[in-house]
C-alpha cells in the first residue's frame, strides 16, 4: 500500500533490512565480514562488500543498488522518533 499525504516526502525504509537481505544474500552475508560495523561499503578498509565487487563476484549496478539501498535505511534511522517502536 502506497500513502500519498501533505508533509510524506519519503518513505522510511527501516524494518526492511531483512528484505534487502533476501534480494542481496550475497552482499548481506558479506557486510557482516566487514571489518566496521557501521561500514557503508564505499570507502572503509576491510570492507567485503567492496571486495565482492573488486573481485568481480558481484557487478557494479547490483553493488550500487545495494549500497543506496543500504545508505538509505541508515539514514532514515537517524530521522525517526528514537522513542517510536515500529
Ligand atoms: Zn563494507
Same mark, same amino acid.
Given at each position: !500500500? ?6 510524506? &516526502? $519519503?518513505?522510511?525504509?527501516? #524494518? *526492511?533490512? =531483512?528484505?534487502? /537481505? ?7 552475508? /558479506?557486510? &557482516?565480514?566487514? +571489518?566496521? &560495523?557501521?561500514? %557503508? *561499503? %564505499? *570507502?572503509?578498509? #576491510?570492507?567485503?562488500? =567492496? ?5 568481480? /563476484?558481484? +557487478? +557494479? ?8 539501498? /543500504? #545508505?538509505? !535505511? &541508515? $539514514? ?11
Amino acid at each position: !500500500m502506497v500513502v500519498d499525504e501533505p508533509g510524506l &516526502r $519519503s518513505l522510511p525504509l527501516v #524494518g *526492511h533490512e =531483512r528484505g534487502l /537481505a533476501l534480494v542481496f544474500p550475497d552482499l548481506a552475508d /558479506a557486510a &557482516r565480514d566487514c +571489518r566496521f &560495523r557501521d561500514c %557503508t *561499503h %564505499t *570507502h572503509e578498509p #576491510g570492507c567485503a562488500v =567492496r571486495a565482492l565487487l573488486e573481485s568481480g /563476484a558481484v +557487478r +557494479r549496478p547490483k553493488y550500487d543498488a545495494y549500497v543506496a539501498l /543500504a #545508505g538509505e !535505511m &541508515r $539514514s532514515s534511522l537517524g530521522v525517526l522518533d528514537p522513542d517510536v517502536v515500529l
